[in-house]
């Protein structure tokens, strides 16, 4: 990309004589602190007053001190924070024309025409109240001799920008609300604790969760923690809900599981109105089922809006099943603790989204809202997007909930999809009887519903791999298959270490970390003949490969296989699983997401343990191979000063620069540096070497300490990302080759050998998307292991100019930030094996 020209890059980003007002409203949400700490920094960063407004709406018509110009020292230390440091109130007053002739003087007095509002859809559609009677307000103060008619006519628009916080992710037009992901972090944290605890006592535990008129926070959490039954707004039980609950409930504990879990939404309703009872389902406490775990959304409704309470559910299920039943009402602590990566991520991202769109913004254009489509943040009409939430709760108010979920967008429709997919085991198809010669056709039809799949993960361990696997297990035996799960790869499926694997084996996988099945990084080439004895003998008709970089080469093997060994001539796909996240067509991976979570905890505390020690800064070396993915992202969420990585070569003079920066930050209050390093960005230049030459640099200004994180980054729990992510993209997975086994399965037997039979199932921007294999090799730099493109670059400067950086920018047409990059030629960086 070339240099863009400095003088149009100052223009497009000059907020000189401009002041940008910021305010959150409504309830808080995690992630809130961060989206505050980037409006703060990019408006100072652009050369614009910002104003803090405490106390939302009340903070605005009140004035005065609530009304507080910030400084870039003001926000440090925030992301790690919950809630919003600046302040939120219900305000009575603004919703009254005089409290918002108040609020319009409060204002005009600091010459403020830049309002940010971070909220939800009631605090949007009041601040688009709010600029619309702008020009209003002002001529009333001026009759009222409180301004003169040059600072109205000086003044005389108002520009407006949202932010949309709040936890139900409710708001239609983004993929995702600020706060959301963190709320799914309280929610499962507490299914996990339950699990562990109530692994002694027989017994069912109903979880009510918030979400009053959205069952978001219900249908994600019961995905991630695999939950038996789902209660929301969205989706109300059909009739007998009561007797098939129990039913499963009583299946789940007669094969053995030692785990259900049934969610409700908030206010959940049945569909008549009818008393919530039941006794057709028998007593079972004989069973061996040792706990039930029911967790209620706190919105779900029936076609009657009669309420199913978590009480309900406990009365229903003692009545029924005499289960030992507890209920946890989770309320707000879903709103608190430290924010996640991502909402972290999420909102630094649309916090510079939004300071750039205001100042862009003239008289004509109207109040928008920033989003988050794929991976990318945009600029969304505000009311329009306000209107179409609106639209939502109508349809429900009307009983129409297919369209309701339609409204909701593409995100939550998969997610309810999948869910359904997982929710209730298929019974198989019994054979039709047919007289004549027509019985052949018909049991060659039938054969075809029916085939052996083999699942196996290869590469190094990621978290949520286990997520994927149970998933694949569940939709492939829902589609009729047999499924055989191989341990440890490659390796030993050519020692034949596999087995079929049954519906209830998979029960309580989706919140084990690691590869239950055994992963190892072997690649299949030389073992090429004993795997296909073994598929041979198992009669494999597919593989679903689940894992890194290993796997994508061990599927490029196969596929050069194809000539000599028919085996491999059937449908493969691989699901990307790899902390590193570089797998060539896909922005994520599994896995990735739990590794940055990891990061940013021990970022925190690294940074909490120098709050009593002034004068330090910290050298964090992360894993990724030759991607800088975790050090990059991982440092945006954290707050790092500099990332070094091995796609943004860095030499010593860039290492000089960022020691005298530091060496400056120690003379302000924020006393204390983090450096991330991705462990391969650099041969000479290693961890040692930048830690002993910031110690000598920075001696007498500051100290340093180090520390390589290691394995620590792929352990522990899924987050309920990778626990959702897999889930949803092994359902896909599996149910692609249910489509390509009945297109390649002709005269009794399966034969796959084009290209478009060995894909990659990755996500693109917003679409999973199967792509064949062949073709990603030229998007591939095989000697380090990367795709030669890779889109979280761009994320790069936003970092930077959060730590007071000068850094090269390109604002593009559609107002995102593009990251000038000094790119490795092709021919020094690129190679394909043989």
């Known amino acids: 990309m070339a240099q863009p020209d400095q003088k149009k890059f100052f223009e497009n980003l000059s907020g000189a004589g401009k002041a940008i007002a910021l305010m959150t409203s409504g309830g808080d949400a995690q992630g809130m602190n961060a989206a505050v700490r980037a409006v703060v920094r990019v408006g100072i960063y652009v050369g614009a007053k910002v104003y803090f407004i405490h106390e939302g709406y009340q903070g605005l018509v009140d004035g005065g001190e609530n009304i507080e110009e910030a400084k870039w020292e003001s926000v440090s230390s925030m992301l ?20 918002r002739l108040a609020a319009a003087l409060n204002l005009v007095l600091r010459g403020i025409t830049n309002l940010c509002v971070i909220g939800g859809d009631g605090s949007l559609t009041g601040a688009n109240l709010f600029r619309e009677e702008w020009s209003g307000l002002l001529d009333e103060l001026v009759q009222q001799g409180k301004i003169d008619k040059e600072s109205a006519e000086k003044y005389s628009h108002l520009n407006i920008v949202g932010m949309v916080g709040s936890i139900d992710n409710d708001f239609c037009g983004t993929d995702m609300t600020i706060g959301t992901d963190s709320a799914l972090h309280r929610i499962i944290e507490v299914v996990d604790a339950i699990v562990t605890t109530a692994q002694s006592h027989q017994r ?44 499963k409930l009583s299946e789940t504990r007669s094969r053995g599981s030692r785990l259900n879990i049934i969610i409700v939404a908030e206010g959940a309703m049945d569909r008549h109105g009818q008393v919530i009872t039941s006794n057709i389902v028998k007593d079972n406490r004989a069973q061996k089922k040792r706990l039930n775990i029911i967790i209620v959304s706190e919105g779900a409704i029936d076609t009657s809006n009669k309420p199913i309470t978590s009480e309900h559910i406990k009365d229903l299920v003692v009545k029924c099943l005499g289960f030992d039943t507890r209920v946890t009402i989770l309320g707000h602590v879903q709103r608190g603790g430290t924010p996640s990566a991502f909402d972290r991520i999420l909102a630094s991202r649309m916090g510079v989204e939004a300071v ?43 009983r129409k909930f297919e369209e309701a979920v339609r409204l909701r967008g593409r995100s939550f429709e998969n997610n309810l999809n999948t869910y359904k997919l997982l929710a209730h ?69 050519a020692k034949g270490q596999i087995k079929e694997i049954k519906w209830g084996d998979v029960g309580g996988w989706t919140g084990q970390g690691g590869s ?61 699983a790899t902390v590193s996240n570089n797998v060539p067509g896909s922005d994520f991976s599994i896995g990735a997401d739990t590794a940055l979570n990891a990061i940013t905890d021990t970022c925190d505390r690294i940074k909490q343990s120098a709050s009593g020690t002034k004068r330090r800064v910290f050298i964090i070396e992360t894993m990724g191979g030759y991607c800088g993915y975790l050090a990059s992202v991982g440092g945006l969420a954290a707050g790092a000063d500099a990332a070094y990585i091995f796609e943004e070569p860095f030499d010593i003079r860039d290492l000089q620069a960022n020691v005298e920066h530091l060496t400056a930050k120690m003379k302000t209050s924020i006393q204390r540096g983090l450096v991330l390093r991705n462990e391969n960005s650099s041969e000479n230049y290693t961890t040692d070497f930048i830690y002993q030459l910031y110690s000598e640099e920075g001696k007498g200004v500051f100290d340093c300490r180090k520390n390589v994180l290691g394995h620590m980054q792929q352990g522990g729990a899924p987050s309920p990302f990778d626990r959702n992510f897999g889930t949803k993209i092994a359902a896909k997975a599996m149910l692609w080759i249910s489509r390509k086994l009945k297109e390649t399965y002709r005269k009794g037997r399966v034969f796959a050998n084009t290209d478009d039979t060995a894909c990659l199932l990755g996500m693109r921007r917003r679409a999973l998307v199967f792509q064949p294999v062949v073709e ?31 850094t090269s920018l390109d604002v593009s047409e559609s107002g995102q930030l593009e990251h000038v990059v000094r790119h490795r030629r092709p021919e020094e960086s690129e190679g394909v094996p043989a």
């Open 80 to 99: 790690q924070v919950g809630g919003t440091v600046i302040g939120s109130a219900r305000c009575k007053e603004f919703r009254t024309h005089e409290g």
């Open 204 to 247: 069912t535990f109903v979880l009510e969760v918030m979400g009053r008129h959205c069952g978001y926070l219900a249908l994600v959490s019961a995905l991630a923690c695999g939950a038996d039954w789902v209660f929301i707004p969205e989706m109300p039980p059909a009739d007998g809900w009561e007797d098939q609950m129990c039913t």
């Open 425 to 493: 085991r298929k019974p198989q198809s019994e054979l039709p009887i047919i007289e004549g010669c027509a019985v052949t056709i018909y049991f060659d039809l039938y054969l075809q519903s029916s085939f052996n799949v083999a699942v196996l993960n290869v590469g190094a361990p990621a978290a949520g791999m286990n997520a994927a696997v149970r998933s694949a297990v569940r939709v492939g035996i829902s589609e009729g298959h047999k499924i055989f799960a191989v341990n440890d790869g490659f390796e030993g499926f």
């Open 516 to 576: 239950l099945l055994g992963t190892k990084r072997t690649l299949p080439a030389k073992h090429l003949e004993k795997i296909a004895e073994q598929m041979k003998a198992n009669q494999i008709n597919a593989l679903l490969v689940i894992g890194g970089f290993e796997a994508y080469l061990g599927l490029v093997e196969l596929l050069a296989a194809r000539g000599k060994y028919d085996e491999f001539c059937v449908p493969i796909v691989m699901v990307p």
């Open 776 to 806: 990603l090799k030229n998007e591939t730099d095989f000697v380090h292991r990367i795709p030669k493109e890779q889109w979280w670059l761009k994320l790069r400067p936003l970092m930077k100019i959060l730590a007071k950086y000068k």
């Open 356 to 398: 750039l769109a205001l100042l862009e913004a003239s008289a004509d254009t109207p109040a928008c809202v920033v989003s988050l489509c794929g991976n990318q943040a945009v600029r969304l009409p505000l009311m329009e997007c306000v209107q179409m939430t609106q639209e939502v709760q109508k349809a429900m108010d009307e």
